[in-house]
């Protein structure tokens, strides 16, 4: 099928062959032809964009439209190095002749680029340094059904782009995470280690959306003041719960690609259930109300205190306790004197695509609901990175064929693990229903509520964000998703 979608490219695209803009794979060979926005576009353009202004201006000519969003890569209240992305989002109908056009609709098209501080000005970090990365970009294919991943990189005098891989590539490059006795990742590309699904992510993707511009709230530049071409982009920024939606478009449209879970479900079993036994991604929540508001209270998602699949609520502690512990373990925002991030609490949770790769799973009918609360309520205080939960993904037999429930219940019990015989347990306990885990689920929230803020929860809160650096979805030797020494998130001892 490849072979044929790669021909009928060639034949509705010729000039795909010899375009002013090549495409390379990661080898340095000329990538085959691909039916995506970007590539098709490169085709047509008459001169290669080798910069972010360049590729700007061809989109804008294509007549597409695109919205660029802001964030703050050293936190919010640290503008003074002048770092900042922009993640910009493409929409429109593309034209190629009067018989072929592609419609780009939201979530399916999204490139990042940088910024630098530069003789006292923010300006766009495009100096085309060799191995520089000027672009990051992430496009739907509209014959793969799955996105694609490109690269501009500088080589000293001009740039090249490069075609990484796709969302299968992706998942083959992450298949043995948490399931070998070291950790192993694949080199096809380095987005891996970050869009672990193959799809688009934001990390704060929830209000109020840490560190991003919004309308509600800019970004501030501090001494520095933005360059001509900065201001103009800022003029334009489209609020960061306007990119949430189109991320949460994108990878909606990729998990409802029927060769996605095609591609899905000729995985081992254990890959397929990775996300509800372990972690793959993650996103960050905080209290809605900014670190500098002056509320006695604030109020944050229960989602990193259990499974929202479980139960979810808001909870509302005291900030005077908040600051307390704060203090007391000397806590600091890095390169600042500022005791923590923009708003309080700030802590990784589970992903959407893990919550939404679930969710899946029961509609398909591979597991049932009760199954699901069978294996969340293990450890279930640790809604996020539960090595106990995490070391059972190891039990299940690989395949789905035959009767793999039978089988796993059966390695559960000859396990000596303590969590594996819990779980045997639970499986075959018919007095835990659905209605039984929803209920305490909503009881131990109740129980946080009246308790209000203490110590351990506190030290949960440090444990979580520690847990995000150590685990195994830090250890790809091409990077991991908080992007240490590029993105400063978390407060720390000092």
């Avoid at 989109?59 to 597409?64: D, E, H, V």
């Avoid at 939606?245 to 998990?255: D, I, P």
């Amino acid at each position: 099928m490849t072979k044929f979608i790669l021909l009928s490219l060639t034949l509705l695209f010729p000039w795909a062959t010899w375009s002013a803009c090549p495409v390379l794979n990661s080898n340095g060979s000329l990538a085959s032809a691909k039916r995506d926005g970007h590539y098709l576009m490169l085709t047509l353009a008459q001169s290669c964009p080798e910069n972010v202004l360049s590729y700007k201006n061809l989109l804008l000519n294509s007549g597409l439209t695109v919205k660029p969003s802001m964030v703050a890569n050293r936190g919010r209240n640290n503008p003074e190095m002048g770092s900042f992305s922009f993640f910009e989002e493409v929409t429109g109908l593309l034209k190629f002749s009067s018989n072929f056009s592609l419609n780009l609709k939201r979530g399916e098209f999204f490139f990042g680029h940088f910024t630098a501080k530069q003789n006292g000005e923010i300006v766009l970090d495009q100096a085309q340094r060799k191995g520089q990365l000027l672009i990051e970009l992430i496009a739907w294919d509209d014959s793969k059904k799955l996105f694609n991943f490109y690269e501009l990189i500088g080589i000293g005098s001009g740039a090249k782009w490069f075609y990484r891989g796709d969302s299968q590539d992706i998942l083959q490059d992450n298949q043995f995470l948490y399931l070998s006795s070291s950790p192993q990742f694949g080199k096809r590309l380095r987005c891996s280690a970050c869009h672990t699904s193959g799809g688009p992510i934001m990390k704060e993707l929830a209000p109020p959306h840490n560190d991003w511009w919004t309308q509600k709230r800019p970004l501030s530049f501090g001494s520095a003041k933005p360059s001509a071409t900065v201001s103009k982009w800022v003029g334009n920024l489209q609020s960061a719960e306007d990119f949430s939606f189109s991320v949460q478009q994108g990878t909606q449209k990729l998990f409802s690609s029927s060769i996605y879970q095609q591609i899905k479900s000729g995985l081992s079993l254990r890959e397929q259930l990775r996300p509800l036994f372990c972690d793959t991604e993650i996103n960050l929540i905080s209290s809605l109300a900014p670190s500098s508001g002056g509320s006695r209270n604030f109020t944050v998602s229960s989602s990193g205190f259990l499974n929202p699949l479980m139960a979810q609520t808001q909870l509302n502690f005291s900030t005077a306790a908040y600051t307390a512990f704060a203090s007391k373990y000397k806590l600091q925002f890095p390169e600042t004197g500022f005791k923590d991030a923009d708003h309080l609490w700030l802590a990784p949770v589970k992903s959407y695509a893990d919550l939404l790769s679930i969710e899946i799973l029961v509609r398909k009918g591979l597991i049932d609901l009760k199954f699901v609360y069978d294996v969340l309520s293990l450890d279930a205080k640790n809604s996020l990175f539960s090595a106990e939960r995490c070391q059972l993904l190891k039990l299940l037999p690989t395949s789905t064929s035959g009767g793999w429930k039978n089988q796993f219940a059966l390695n559960l019990k000859a396990s000596p693990l303590p969590a594996a015989q819990a779980l045997s347990s639970a499986l075959t306990d018919k007095t835990r229903t659905v209605g039984f885990y929803q209920k305490s689920a909503q009881d131990y929230l109740i129980t946080i509520q009246k308790q209000g803020l203490n110590e351990e929860l506190f030290l949960k809160l440090l444990k979580d964000r520690n847990a995000v650096f150590s685990s195994e979805i830090s250890k790809n030797p091409m990077g991991q998703i908080l992007e240490p020494g590029f993105r400063v998130i978390f407060p720390v001892p000092h």
